[in-house]
């Protein structure tokens, strides 16, 4: 892989009641209407369920009013829920309001809705409207001037636990498509209400963690999240949140962050939120901007169908694949593979000159091809190159460690697809780049331990005896030189090695090379692919996809494809 370069101790604390606050509930006026004010508008009380399936208690509840800049286009939005213990408050209290106009004169819009309340409905039903009121913002707020792809969820204590769960993905939300979440101060247990619903009994004293929990759905490909707990808050409050912080760490989350902010307590994290240079305000503020430029790293990523993201297929001239959504100009992107059932991709990608590589995923769901993530891990090191077992969900790549010597040691990871999400990844051996047979056979790159930039590279081979790995033997000098050859790509049934080298006699920089067995089963002379696929530039980490039909290979920082026709003709 010549192409790239906290420990979390978590203490569990017994957590004790949560101490919920008390407002009197204002009126609700559910006249649609729209009001202009100097710095923003308003427009207030849009249902946001069908009419045609509403019951009477929701066609009293699911309202929201949203908080709208007036001086620019295509801005954020927040969707913001209020608090009240899932039993009281609405959009209308002073407060939550407030939050609605402050956020709207900074450029930024809001969201309020209502929902249903406990013990009126029971769980799960508020965070049902939760979600539906989620949708309808996702698919009208651009009739408002708003970014579609720039929504963020937010909420105080009650609203807070509301946006976690949201967030899990498991109420018919893409997670997706949530920018990042703002936990004020919630509940990251199931939440007390819930439990006293359930009938347990001292049910704020009595800790529980069931699907009800946002703890119990923590997962590493959920939004971005910040917490935000005041140093006065309750003590039980804090050691939650720290702990669903720290758990979304362990579990390989790379965007979340707790704050504690001085002389503020429970209920003055909210109050106070709207005061002139207010620390809260400004902890989401910031938020807001960097995780909606990042949305600018596959900003308008399109609605993509079908087989390999829905792409022309190539014929026997290579094309970039994905030119603009996956091969994106100033992007190092290389190392593609496609799971067999076409529902997965994994790639190479950071930007040029970047010395942290990492891998990146897309799944194809109903709705297609979902926005690039990358691939959640606990660790910190350059990985890349990821290439799917021919007969399995697991997935080698490499990781750049850093041994107790300070050097460079590079290792092959494997990486299990499980039913909810994946395994952590497990060291396999010494190497870069790693591909395998039907019998599983390994072919890794073995580099010198300590050498970095890479002095010299060769092509081994690993055989599987029990449930370890042999080496069995460096591949003779028909593959092998005195210079590098890396990303040795094998046939499934090992009639065929693909890999690049420097050595000369080829187009400039690195060049793709294919050798074939012969009748005696040995390696035959290695072949240069030619103009077609060669260059003055770099050419190398080819792989054929799981079907056997497509060369993936990186030229240039791009990634090409072509028909593997191509090479079939290099064999006779």
């Known amino acids: 892989m010549n192409r790239i370069s906290k420990r979390i101790t978590i203490t569990f604390v017994a957590i004790i009641s949560l101490i919920p606050y008390s407002c009197n509930e204002s009126a609700n006026n559910r006249e649609k209407k729209t009001t202009d004010f100097k710095e923003y508008r308003l427009e207030s009380n849009i249902f946001f369920k069908p009419h045609n399936t509403a019951d009477d208690y929701e066609n009293e509840r699911c309202f929201l009013d949203l908080y709208l800049p007036t001086e620019q286009k295509n801005f954020p939005v927040i969707i913001w829920f209020h608090g009240g213990s899932l039993e009281r408050l609405s959009k209308d209290d002073k407060h939550t309001r407030a939050i609605g106009q402050h ?42 001037g708003g970014d579609s792809s720039a929504i963020f969820v937010a909420g105080h204590s009650a609203g807070a636990y509301l946006v976690m769960m949201l967030g899990s993905g498991a109420f018919g939300v893409n997670s997706n498509d949530i920018s990042g979440i703002v936990n004020v101060s919630g509940q990251t247990l199931t939440h007390y209400t819930v439990r006293k619903e359930k009938n347990i009994s001292d049910h704020q004293n009595t800790p529980l ?32 949140n720290i702990y669903y912080i720290e758990l979304l760490e362990k579990l390989g989350h790379p965007d979340a962050a707790y704050f504690e902010i001085k002389n503020r307590g429970h209920w003055s994290l909210i109050k106070d939120l709207t005061s002139a240079g207010d620390t809260v305000s400004s ?82 769901d109903n709705s297609g ?3 690039p993530l990358p691939i959640p891990r606990s660790s910190k090191e350059s990985i890349g190159e990821p290439i799917f077992s021919p007969i399995s969900n697991t997935i080698y790549f490499a ?30 051996m010494p190497g870069l780049f790693a591909s395998s047979t039907n019998d599983q056979t ?127 003709e290099l064999q006779f």
Not at 121 to 142: C, G, H, K, M
Not at 216 to 239: E, L, M, Q, T
Not at 523 to 552: C, M, Q, R
Request: proline content about 5%; hydrophobic content about 35%; charged content about 25%.
């Open 399 to 428: 990781q750049l460690f850093i041994n107790e010597k300070n050097e460079l040691s590079p290792h092959i990871m494997t990486l299990n697809i499980i039913q909810n999400g994946w395994e952590e990844p497990k060291m396999l």
């Open 103 to 144: 956020f709207a004169k900074k450029g930024i819009a809001v969201a309020i809705p209502n929902y249903r309340l406990s013990p009126k409905v029971n769980y799960p039903a508020y965070i049902q409207d939760t979600a539906e009121s989620f949708l309808w913002v996702r698919n009208n707020i651009e009739k408002y």
């Open 283 to 364: 902890i989401i503020s910031d938020f807001i901007s960097e995780h909606q430029s990042k949305q600018t790293d596959f900003d308008g990523f399109p609605v993509l169908r079908g087989p390999y993201l829905g792409q022309k297929l190539p014929g026997l001239t290579p094309e970039i694949i994905a030119p603009g959504i996956i091969s994106r100009k100033g992007f190092d992107d290389y190392g593609i593979t496609f799971s067999r059932d076409q529902k997965l991709m994994l790639y190479t990608c950071d930007t040029i000159g970047s010395d942290k590589h990492n891998i990146f995923f897309s799944k194809l």
């Open 442 to 568: 390994i072919y890794v790159t073995d580099v010198l331990i300590g050498s970095y930039p890479m002095e010299k590279a060769d092509i081994v081979k690993y055989e599987k005896r029990g449930n370890i790995y042999i080496k069995r033997k460096i591949l003779n000098d028909k593959i092998n030189s005195e210079y590098q050859e890396f990303h040795p790509f094998v046939a499934q049934d090992e009639r065929f090695i693909i890999f690049d080298s420097n050595r000369p006699g080829g187009f400039g920089d690195y060049d793709i090379y294919i050798s074939f067995k012969d009748n005696k089963n040995e390696w035959g002379v290695a072949i240069n692919l030619g103009p077609e696929i060669n260059s003055s530039e770099y050419d190398g980490v080819a792989t054929i996809s799981t079907d056997g039909k497509y060369l993936f290979y990186c030229h240039n920082h791009d990634i090409y494809w072509v028909s593997v026709k191509i090479i079939e």
């Open 369 to 371: 091809w979902t926005k």
């Open 209 to 240: 963690i069931d699907d009800a929990a946002p703890c119990f759905h923590a997962n590493a490909n959920s939004p971005p999240i910040v917490a935000i707990c005041g140093d006065d808050d309750s003590y039980s409050r804090k050691v939650e």
